[in-house]
């Protein structure tokens, strides 16, 4: 149901509105996912300096980074999207349950009415598929791969195990090629492991996901794919992609 002009973008379609880390580049492949009735705004956060992956995840993931790009979706034509996902994993698990939390609420007092981030939307994303044993794969570096795991155990999943790309450095996940990733997730699935979670927004997915799951057997969910399906079902829609077991939910 619209809730007046703020849900209403160009032609009546629906919006919804992401806000991105300045070092996104996925943009192409979520909007993959987002239907044509459905206009999706993307503001970027400022960039930050960091030495190393746990120091940009957390600058990221402080909640007043979020000011400046929010103030950007308001000011656009259309005002205010009607649900408003903060898209980005480490920088949204980085401080666990209470760091997300703050991420949420600092969204909230700017005036988005439905606030989620990607690591809630991968929460509900494995919650309905039915997955409680979860094997991940992830490109981070210690201890942020450490921090992933701690969230989703807060969470109430059990991680059946952590499979790395074996990245070098933080800037190398920019040139993580598809089939790095399919790789990855193949040995990185367990035999007692419900779904396998690939985290981050940054590596690709879209394209993988259904072959994926007929070859492993069970839900394979990424970053952007639940990010997306979490936003849309906030303003009633549904996310698009063929043969993503996620989806049917």
């Given at each position: 149901m619209r809730h007046g002009s703020e849900e209403a973008g160009e032609g009546g379609r629906q919006r919804v509105g992401v806000v991105a880390s300045f070092d996104f580049t996925r943009r192409a492949e979520l909007l993959r996912w987002v239907p044509p009735e459905v206009e999706c705004a993307t503001a970027?956060?400022?960039?930050?300096?960091?030495?190393?992956?746990?120091?940009?995840?957390?600058?990221?993931?402080?909640?007043?980074?979020?000011?400046?790009?929010?103030?950007?979706?308001?000011?656009?034509?259309?005002?205010?999207?009607?649900a408003v996902a903060y898209l980005c994993t480490a920088c949204t698990f980085v401080g666990g349950a209470a760091g997300e939390a703050a991420l949420r609420a600092e969204m909230t007092a700017r005036g988005v009415r439905r606030a989620l981030t990607t690591s809630g939307a991968v929460t509900a994303a494995l919650r309905a598929v039915g997955a409680r044993r979860v094997a991940v794969v992830h490109p981070y570096q210690p201890p942020v791969d450490r921090h992933l795991a701690d969230y989703l155990e807060a969470a109430g999943f059990e991680v059946a195990g952590l499979t790395s790309l074996g990245l070098g450095s933080t800037?190398?996940?920019?040139?993580?090629?598809?089939?790095?990733?399919e790789d990855a997730v193949a040995e990185g699935d367990r035999p007692g492991a419900e779904a396998v979670f690939v985290s981050c927004t940054a590596l690709p997915t879209y394209d993988l996901i259904p072959a994926l799951e007929d070859r492993l057997g069970k839900p394979v969910i990424g970053a952007n794919q639940a990010t997306a399906w979490a936003l849309l079902r906030a303003v009633g829609s549904r996310a698009r992609g063929h043969g993503q077991h996620l989806l049917n939910h």
């Open positions: 970027f956060t400022q960039p930050v300096t960091y030495e190393d992956n746990r120091q940009l995840v957390s600058r990221l993931g402080r909640p007043e980074m979020l000011a400046e790009p929010l103030r950007e979706l308001r000011s656009a034509p259309g005002g205010m999207p009607a800037d190398e996940v920019y040139d993580v090629r598809p089939g790095q990733v």
